[in-house]
């Protein structure tokens, strides 16, 4: 068993992942009793709306995809390909540029949604949601499950694009690396960074370490440190073996 870190080497990746983080989370959360997880999911929601509107990731989608269609359309050519499963990416990858490339985006919708943006300030408040500051919201959380179950649904549906477009990068930008063993004198390691957007290191789940890495397009470097409770964390000085794929 392993432990899996991966560390983006630039803006971009770092967007993906955590927007790929805060899905995880909407769906999650989605999927336990609201009344317990509504915290939870509209954190995640309104920050996924936040990160969408900062940020162009709608435009660096849209490249991706048209990159990773080429590249389908010259491994469909590829002897021995498993042509069933690229028809399926390259049909995948057609439909979801269709809708990225549609000049209204349903995620955009949620400034119509007047319960939404009633509630969105307050969740980025200190225990801004307590029912005397958000009785709208305490009255939402009693309604019937049906009701509450249909308005998750519509909610998660508004980024439905977004999200599937985000996994089908991320899962084709992660295939492009595998992992291979590296040992280290010092719990240190540093390799080049050309070309790469993603480190994914894997340690033994039961040692008594992580990664902690810094870097760019050009140059990476990976410390591994340990637990401490003085000083909260100690540099590892002696060898150790992991495994990392560049991609």
Not at 111 to 139: N, V, Y
Not at 143 to 156: G, K, R, V, Y
Not at 158 to 177: C, D, H, P, V
Request: net charge neutral; with cysteine; charged share 25%.
């Amino acid at each position: 068993m392993s432990l899996l870190f991966e560390h983006p080497l630039n803006e971009r990746i770092r967007n993906y992942l955590k927007l790929e983080h805060l899905f995880q989370q909407l769906n999650v959360s989605s999927n336990i009793d609201i009344k317990t997880s509504y915290t939870s999911f509209f954190n995640a929601l309104f920050a996924i709306i936040d990160t969408l509107e900062r940020n162009d990731i709608r435009g660096d989608l849209i490249k991706e995809l048209e990159k990773l269609e080429q590249h389908l359309v010259v491994w469909s050519q590829a002897p021995n390909i498993d042509t069933s499963r690229l028809e399926h990416n390259l049909q995948q990858t057609i439909k979801l540029l269709c809708d990225l490339r549609k000049p209204q985006q349903l995620w955009l919708c949620y400034k119509d949604d007047k319960f939404l943006t009633s509630i969105k300030q307050r969740f980025a408040m200190q225990g801004g949601t307590c029912a005397f500051d958000l009785p709208q919201l305490h009255f939402w959380l009693n309604q019937n499950t049906e009701h509450i179950e249909d308005e998750l649904n519509h909610w998660m549906s508004m980024f439905n694009a977004i999200s599937q477009s985000l996994y089908l990068t991320l899962k084709f930008i992660r295939l492009r690396g595998e992992f291979t063993t590296i040992e280290t004198d010092s719990g240190f390691f540093q390799g080049n960074g050309e070309n790469l957007s993603l480190l994914r290191i894997k340690t033994p789940k039961d040692s008594e370490l992580y990664p902690t890495v810094s870097g760019n397009k050009f140059r990476y470097s990976i410390r591994f440190v340990s637990p401490c409770a003085e000083s909260g964390r100690k540099y590892i000085k002696q060898p150790i073996n992991f495994e990392l794929s560049k991609c």
